[in-house]
C-alpha cells in the first residue's frame, strides 16, 4: 500500500484528489495539510511514500519547503498539483526531484495517468533487485520508450508495463504462463493475459500449448525470435 500525504490549501480540492485516489487500488491518504507547517508535521510523523504538494500555501510556498521535505524524507516522492505556471517554480521543482508537475485545473484522466504511471514504476522497482540499462531508463525517463505511442495503442495497453513484459520474457527461456506472468508483474492474470496476448498481436511474441505433469494443459508465452 503506497501511503499518500496531500498538501492543498483548498479542502475541496484535497477532497476531490483523495477521491481521485480512492479510486485507484493500492494507494492510501494518510493525512491532508491546509498549510505548509501542517506539511511537515504529517510527513514526520507518517513517513508516506508520495506526496501531492500545492504551491500557494497561506504561510510558505510549497517550493519553499523542499528544501525541509528533503531533509525530513530524503526518499519520498513528490507529485506538485497547482496553479502556478511560471518558469522559476517549474525550475526549482525540476531541482528538488519532482517526479511530475500538474498544472490546475487538473482533469481526472491526467490525474489518473500522472498515478498509473508512478504505480507501475513502483511495482518494477519493487519486482526486482539488479535492473538493465533498458529498465533504468525508464524509470529515470532518459530515453524514450521503443514502444510505439500509447495514442496508438489499444486500450489498457501502457507502454511502461508492455516493455516490462518484453523484459521478463526475453530472460526466461521457458517461456511465461500468465500466472507467472501476473507474479512477477504485481498484476491479475487477466491484466498479464492481456499484455501477452497483444505482443501476439504485433508479432512480437508468440504462444504454445505445453503439457504438465498432470496432463493439464497450459499455455506459454514467448518472444519471437
Request: charged letters at 30%; hydrophobic letters at 35%.
Amino acid at each position: 500500500m503506497i501511503k499518500v500525504v496531500i498538501a492543498e490549501d483548498d479542502f475541496r480540492v484535497a477532497q476531490l484528489h483523495e477521491k481521485f485516489l480512492s479510486e485507484i487500488t493500492g494507494f492510501q491518504v494518510v493525512g491532508k495539510a491546509l498549510n505548509g507547517k501542517e506539511t511537515l508535521e504529517i510527513i514526520a510523523d507518517e513517513q508516506p511514500d508520495l506526496l501531492l504538494l500545492d504551491v500557494y500555501m497561506p504561510d510558505k510556498l510549497g517550493t519553499e519547503l523542499l528544501h525541509d521535505i528533503r531533509e525530513l524524507s530524503p526518499t519520498i516522492d513528490i507529485i506538485m498539483i497547482t496553479a502556478a505556471n511560471d518558469k522559476a517554480m517549474i525550475e526549482i521543482a525540476i531541482k528538488y526531484g519532482v517526479i511530475d508537475y500538474i498544472i490546475k485545473p487538473v482533469s481526472l484522466d491526467r490525474f489518473k495517468k500522472t498515478i498509473y504511471d508512478y504505480q507501475e514504476k513502483q511495482q518494477m522497482i519493487d519486482s526486482t533487485d539488479t535492473f538493465d540499462q533498458d529498465m533504468v531508463d525508464q524509470l529515470i525517463g532518459s530515453k524514450k520508450s521503443t514502444t510505439p505511442p500509447s495514442e496508438n495503442m489499444p486500450k489498457g495497453i501502457d507502454p511502461l508495463t508492455l516493455d516490462k513484459v518484453r523484459s521478463m520474457l526475453a530472460e526466461t527461456e521457458d517461456g511465461l504462463t500468465a500466472e507467472q506472468a501476473s507474479d512477477q508483474m504485481g498484476a491479475s492474470k487477466t491484466t498479464a493475459r492481456r499484455y501477452l496476448e497483444y505482443l501476439i498481436s504485433i508479432e512480437e511474441g508468440k504462444a504454445e500449448m505445453r503439457y504438465g505433469k498432470v496432463g493439464r494443459p497450459e499455455r506459454k508465452y514467448y518472444l519471437n525470435g
